[in-house]
């Protein structure tokens, strides 16, 4: 069983920054894609950003890039989801996610259903 640990989030004003941490012990990176998901209620997860573990390329939503950035230290076996100039629009629950993605599937990164491995989440609010 893999256990994914998020923290990080919290209550945030419009322009600010946050830094998510995504910390899986003793889990091996290797050949595993990170994903960061986040959902509002009566709305579908949608995928933020992704690192895959094999060549360090990564994956953004339109809605973040430019102001999210995602990164990893495999030594910590944890990926961070550096988040600047907040919108209120981002606020939702954010999880992090580790799946055996196709390193050939470019629409891998943002489709929950691909993931194996879920946390629990941590609430990310942005004032206005």
């Known amino acids: 069983e893999v256990l994914l640990v998020e923290s990080g989030g919290g209550l945030v004003q419009a322009g600010g920054s946050l830094r998510l941490s995504c910390a899986a012990p003793?889990?091996?990176?290797?050949?595993?894609?990170i994903g960061w998901f986040r959902q509002v209620p009566g709305k579908e997860r949608e995928g933020v950003s992704c690192?895959?573990?094999?060549?360090?390329?990564?994956y953004y939503a339109d809605s973040v890039k430019g102001r999210f950035t995602i990164s990893s230290a495999n030594a910590k076996n944890t990926v961070y989801l550096q988040m600047n100039s907040l919108k209120p629009e981002d606020t939702a629950v954010y999880y992090c996610?580790?799946?055996?993605?196709?390193?050939?599937?470019?629409?891998?990164?943002?489709?929950?259903?691909?993931?194996?491995?879920w946390g629990q989440g941590t609430q990310v609010t942005v004032s206005s």
């Open positions: 690192i895959r573990s094999s060549d360090g390329s990564t």
């Open positions: 996610a580790a799946g055996a993605l196709d390193p050939h599937n470019d629409y891998a990164p943002k489709i929950p259903e691909l993931y194996d491995y």
């Open positions: 003793g889990f091996i990176f290797d050949n595993y894609a």
